[in-house]
């Protein structure tokens, strides 16, 4: 393991990112969270239906995982409404889009929401401009992260509307100075792909100085990627431009991954114990080990 210095980027969405962002935090407090912003389902795609702007629920996330652990704030942004007009809704949700209306758009509402929960890192959108996520699906185009996500049939590929929407420059200017870049596990075609789909984000990867590092998934999400091997979802990652220089491939997963297959592509692969037994989501301890010993 190293030093507190060490600067590390993560780039993805929902829980996968989240638990990413818990495992660096046990090794670095130079953070940066480069968080997908295409979800349009439930509390996040009620809010944008009637404020705009973007998705706050897995920024929300982003900032939980990283907020001092003794601080109200943390439980207060994972609170959920039952009952009511804001049946679903999320309070962390709320504040977000509130203060991002107040203070002049996300990036300001971040800064002061991180100041709140006395986060370690940053938490940044991959763009600021509002997106819908697209797909093919078996030659159909798909329409909306939530409609991706439950679409039955293959999913050829991914995009976004507007399609060149421009990352934010922040979130670029992390990833040229970074020391460790992680692609977290998670949906693959709607949590992680979609950042990958951010006008500039590949280039910045492409150009980084630090090593990319991909965190296998335990096992295939019903019916995103159902039928798709890890193996297949390295090669999907790399078809949506992404660059990858190790994978880290989970022991006792229910995903195969061919290192020679991947070798082929440039990409080393480690295996490595990231749960216990039977677990069907990463450890974040066992995380931090696997990745802290590769910087």
């Not at 993805?12 to 969270?33: D, F, K, P, Q």
């Not at 009637?50 to 003794?70: I, M």
């Not at 070798?263 to 039977?278: C, D, K, L, Q, Y």
């Amino acid at each position: 393991m190293t030093g507190r210095g060490a600067r590390v980027v993560a780039l993805g969405g929902g829980h996968g990112l989240g638990v990413v962002l818990a495992a660096v935090r046990r090794y670095t407090s130079e953070i940066t969270a480069v968080v997908s912003v295409a979800d349009d389902g439930g509390s996040s795609g009620r809010l944008r239906r009637d404020h705009g702007g973007l998705a706050p629920g897995d920024l929300r996330k982003c900032l939980v995982a990283l907020a001092d652990a003794g601080s109200p704030w943390r439980a207060a942004f994972e609170h959920r409404f039952r009952g009511g007009e804001l049946d679903g809704h999320a309070l962390g949700n709320i504040v977000l889009v509130g203060l991002a209306e107040t203070l002049g758009g996300f990036p300001n509402a971040l800064a002061e929401a991180e100041r709140l929960l006395g986060a370690v890192g940053r938490v940044l959108p991959a763009t600021v401009e509002p997106v819908v996520l697209t797909a093919d699906v078996d030659g159909r185009v798909v329409e909306g992260q939530y409609e991706v996500h439950r679409s039955a049939g293959r999913i050829r590929s991914v995009g976004l509307v507007p399609p060149d929407a421009a990352a934010s420059p922040e979130a670029l200017a992390a990833i040229a100075r970074a020391d460790q870049i992680v692609l977290a596990p998670g949906s693959l075609f709607t949590s992680i792909v979609p950042v990958l789909c951010v006008a500039g984000i590949t280039d910045a990867l492409c150009s980084a100085r630090a090593r990319v590092v991909h965190v296998g998934n335990l096992q295939a999400e019903t019916p995103e990627t159902s039928g798709i091997s890890g193996t297949e979802q390295v090669e999907i990652l790399l078809d949506h431009g992404a660059r990858i220089d190790v994978s880290l491939s989970p022991v006792g997963g229910e995903l195969v991954t061919d290192p020679a297959v991947l070798a082929r592509h440039g990409i080393a692969t480690e295996e490595v114990v990231v749960s216990a037994p039977g677990a069907r989501v990463h450890d974040p301890e066992a995380l931090a080990v696997a990745l802290g010993d590769l910087l």
